[in-house]
């Protein structure tokens, strides 16, 4: 029922289980989490303070779930509820695309493969 940026984003509840999934794996691999703010969310402003290859990608992948997210909220069956392994399946797809898409043009790194290492 409500329809801006920020309910699309940061507040829908796909979007909340989305984010608490990203928290959860760039923790484990960088022992950072962000805040879900429209700063953070929406314009990538108050990231966490770490050095720059953990940041581009940290900002890489923010870039990828909130795709993802879009792509939840703007498929043709969105009536319907997603169970939690469906948002999880989309999520760990949706990541490994994005550390794949930076290998193909030479951007992977050392970061990337630790979160390539913390996803299998």
């Known amino acids: 029922p409500i329809s801006n940026t920020q309910h699309m984003y940061i507040d829908c509840p796909i979007a909340v289980k989305t984010w608490k999934l990203y928290n959860s794996l760039i923790k484990k691999c960088f022992s950072v989490t962000i ?55 989309s999520f760990y797809n949706n990541i490994l695309e994005t550390i794949f898409a930076n290998k193909c043009i030479d951007r992977l790194n050392d970061m990337y493969h630790e979160l390539f290492q913390g996803l299998s």
């Not at 890489?60 to 392994?85: A, E, W």
Request: hydrophobic share 35%.
């Open 35 to 89: 805040t879900r703010t429209p700063e953070t969310i929406l314009f990538h402003q108050e990231l966490p303070e770490t050095n720059h290859k953990i940041r581009k990608a940290i900002t890489d992948t923010m870039i990828g779930v909130k795709k993802l997210i879009q792509n939840f909220n703007f498929r043709r069956d969105s009536d319907t509820v997603l169970n939690h392994h469906e948002i999880k399946a």
